[in-house]
């Protein structure tokens, strides 16, 4: 054992100073378990956020490009007042090409094609301004997985069957087996039966998706053998963007990914990652500086025994290993203390705190990744604070020490 | 004269007061240690005693002069080849024992040898205990230095003095913090170590009584050596 010398003082030294090597110990458990509880917890938190947002809808959206305006150049005449040309609803040229030319490109999981647009429903007397979602159900289901959400009755639109959500049912007055009539702009009417209520954990889209199959919903919405938009799920949430940025450079359709059209969520997300590292950093600085500040006092109080130890013949660098030994030990007993504490915090937290539905609102689980990189960066940090008492230890005169 | 363990050379050790004025401490010490000697070092305080100790003892470095320890010159050379030759040719014992508060007797003793690096502990264990026996504290090896009275501190860090077995040993006023009784044993177990090992000694002392006790005797005046002979004639007044 070549560092035997400096574990067997590092140790004894340790356990000399019992009280300060609790406090420090204590310390730097404290702060392991600070930081992994946060990371955890923020980290869950915002996985279960995103997922909920995403889950009922699609991660990019294609959309035929606007119809605009454009002002006539070098004419006597102009017009003083240009205003926006009135939008309706329109199929994207050629979208097989599209869907093939995003089924191809990586990163892209999903590919769906849906016609949609406004109708009203009516049953009896009672009538309500929806969104009918003509869809393909293979295609549409690895997008916003359908069946999970499932109340009553099967996600089945063939034929002239519909699905609708749970509180669209309610205001109508409907269930399984009834019929319900469509009426769209131009006053094309179609009779739907419901087979199915879906609740998708949202109010609104509950009150306003009807699904149809893609066929009836083009030809209802005057589309025929078009889609008003090409939904699609990628694999790495992230890249959402820069699909949808790349995508549109190649087609110049109008494409839109979920972290633009949810901006203000994703700003909230990474300015509440910005806090978390923040309090990381100033935890890692605190949890150094009392490190130090500890070994700085023993460094001090031990004064003479490593005038003496020197006087042995003990070598600088010897001294040094002791002090940074001592460090390393810190760091490395308070993260496997930190973590168990941490453990500990999370699932009495998610015994705690649960979704107002009453699930569980985050697992008390622990990522190994994230419990690995904390020991490795409390022991760096507990050698790197000890590194100011060592040299200073080190550097001690031995006359000096003795004689003090 | 047998082979000297101890050679000084016209030392000189000059301290920097301020910035610019320099006081010299030791003015030329010349002095030969034979060895297997047993030699006192007395003199008033403030004369100089404990920096030629240091500078014996490889603690301090002397400004001009030769010291030569075993043979081997001191000067020119790092601070870690310093520690080595302290750490393989000198013992200290100090006024204050300085024995490490969280270690046992035997631990104590050990220190040099764990310090070094020991290749086999068990053989490292039984030297440390024939050395604690012959300090006449076999039974106490287990004991902290806290649960040890002044007298027996000072036998362990005699003990430990000669855990690497040194050709010489430093002792800084041994007796100084012991009564009467205490310091004359002290004294004799440090003699029959000199005469039985031919180990050499340079004890430090106050107590002109236990100097003449000494085979030789070295006194320092304002930083000189005396002749012997004045030293004599001194004790006589």
Same mark, same amino acid.
Request: positive net charge.
């Given at each position: 054992m070549p560092l035997s010398f400096e574990w067997l003082l590092a140790i004894r030294f340790l356990k000399e100073g019992k009280m300060q090597s609790w406090l420090i110990l204590a310390g730097v458990t404290g702060g392991v378990a600070i930081i992994i509880f946060l990371t955890q917890l923020i980290n869950q938190l915002q996985g279960t956020i995103i997922d909920r947002v995403l889950s009922s809808q699609a991660h990019i959206v294609i959309k035929p490009t606007e119809e605009t305006t454009i002002r006539q150049q070098n004419t006597l005449i102009t017009s003083a007042l240009i205003q926006p040309r009135g939008q309706r609803l329109r199929s994207i040229d050629q979208w097989e090409n599209i869907v093939q030319l995003a089924r191809n490109t990586p990163g892209i999981k999903a590919v769906s094609p849906v016609a949609t647009g406004p109708v009203f429903v009516r049953h009896n007397l009672a009538s309500k301004s929806v969104a009918l979602l003509g869809i393909m159900p293979t295609e549409y289901t690895k997008i916003v997985n359908?069946?999970?959400?499932?109340? @009553?009755?099967?996600?089945?639109?063939?034929?002239?069957?519909?699905?609708?959500?749970?509180?669209?049912?309610?205001?109508?007055?409907?269930?399984?087996?009834?019929?319900?009539?469509?009426?769209?702009?131009?006053?094309?009417?179609?009779?739907?039966?419901?087979?199915?209520?879906?609740?998708?954990?949202?109010?609104?889209?509950?009150?306003?998706?009807?699904?149809?199959?893609?066929?009836?919903?083009?030809?209802?919405?005057?589309?025929?053998?078009?889609?008003?938009?090409?939904?699609?799920?990628?694999?790495?949430?992230?890249?959402?963007?820069?699909?949808?940025?790349?995508? @549109?450079?190649?087609?110049?359709?109008?494409?839109e990914?979920?972290?633009?059209?949810?901006?203000?969520?994703?700003?909230?997300?990474?300015?509440?990652?910005?806090?978390?590292?923040?309090?990381?950093?100033?935890?890692?600085?605190?949890?150094?500086?009392?490190?130090?500040?500890?070994?700085?006092?023993?460094?001090?109080q031990k004064q003479k025994e490593i005038g003496i130890l020197r006087a042995m013949g003990a070598k600088r660098a010897q001294v040094l290993r002791i002090f940074l030994l001592q460090g390393a030990i810190f760091g490395t007993l308070g993260s496997t203390l930190g973590?168990?504490?941490?453990?500990?915090?999370?699932?009495?937290?998610?015994?705690?705190? @649960?979704?107002?539905?009453?699930?569980?609102?985050?697992?008390?689980?622990?990522?190994?990744?994230?419990?690995?990189?904390?020991?490795?960066?409390?022991?760096?940090?507990?050698?790197?604070a000890a590194l100011v008492p060592a040299r200073r230890a080190a550097r001690m005169d031995p006359v000096q020490a003795i004689r003090s | 004269m047998s082979t000297p363990i101890l050679e000084l050379i016209d030392i000189r050790k000059s301290y920097a007061i301020g910035t610019s004025v320099e006081t010299e401490v030791l003015h030329g010490i010349n002095m030969t240690l034979s060895s297997g000697s047993f030699n006192a070092l007395t003199g008033p305080s403030g004369s100089g005693k404990s920096t030629l100790l240091n500078l014996i003892g490889l603690?301090?470095?002397?400004?001009? +002069?030769?010291?030569?320890?075993?043979?081997?010159?001191?000067?020119?050379?790092?601070?870690?080849?310093?520690?080595?030759?302290? +750490?393989?040719?000198?013992?200290?014992?100090?006024?204050?024992?300085?024995?490490?508060?969280?270690?046992?007797?035997?631990e104590n003793v050990m220190m040099p040898a764990i310090i070094h690096q020991y290749s086999d502990k068990q053989a490292a264990t039984t030297h440390a205990k024939s050395l604690l026996s012959a300090v006449g504290l076999a039974d106490a090896w287990?004991?902290?230095p806290s649960e040890l009275s002044g007298g027996m501190q000072q036998r362990i860090a005699i003990a430990r003095a000669l855990m690497l077995k040194p050709p010489l040993i430093l002792a800084d006023e041994p007796t100084g913090n012991l009564d009467t009784h205490a310091a004359d044993d002290i004294f004799k177990l440090m003699k029959q170590i000199?005469?039985?090992? +031919?180990?050499?000694?340079?004890?430090?002392?106050?107590?002109?009584?236990?100097?003449?006790?000494?085979?030789?005797?070295?006194?320092?005046v304002d930083g000189a050596l005396t002749h012997p002979e004045d030293f004599a004639s001194e004790n006589l007044n």
């Open positions: 359908m069946y999970r959400y499932m109340v @009553k009755g099967r996600f089945d639109i063939t034929g002239d069957q519909t699905v609708i959500g749970t509180d669209l049912a309610k205001d109508l007055g409907v269930t399984i087996g009834d019929r319900i009539q469509v009426t769209t702009e131009d006053n094309q009417q179609q009779n739907l039966t419901i087979v199915g209520l879906f609740d998708i954990n949202n109010k609104d889209l509950n009150k306003r998706w009807v699904f149809s199959n893609l066929r009836l919903a083009q030809t209802l919405l005057n589309i025929p053998g078009g889609v008003s938009n090409i939904d699609l799920a990628v694999v790495q949430l992230f890249q959402a963007k820069q699909l949808a940025q790349r995508l @549109k450079a190649q087609t110049g359709l109008d494409i990914s979920w972290m633009e059209s949810n901006s203000g969520l994703l700003n909230a997300l990474s300015n509440q990652t910005v806090t978390n590292n923040l309090i990381r950093v100033f935890v890692v600085i605190i949890v150094a500086l009392g490190i130090a500040s500890v070994l700085v006092v023993s460094v001090v973590i168990s504490l941490s453990f500990g915090l999370l699932t009495l937290f998610s015994l705690i705190y @649960k979704s107002p539905d009453g699930s569980m609102l985050f697992t008390a689980q622990l990522d190994p990744k994230l419990a690995i990189m904390a020991s490795i960066v409390a022991m760096i940090v507990g050698i790197l | 603690l301090e470095s002397p400004t001009s +002069g030769t010291l030569r320890i075993n043979q081997h010159d001191t000067q020119n050379i790092t601070d870690a080849e310093l520690t080595k030759l302290r +750490g393989q040719n000198i013992g200290f014992v100090f006024q204050f024992h300085h024995l490490l508060p969280a270690f046992n007797a035997l287990h004991k902290k000199n005469e039985t090992q +031919g180990i050499t000694f340079l004890i430090v002392t106050h107590d002109t009584k236990l100097a003449a006790r000494c085979q030789n005797r070295y006194h320092l």
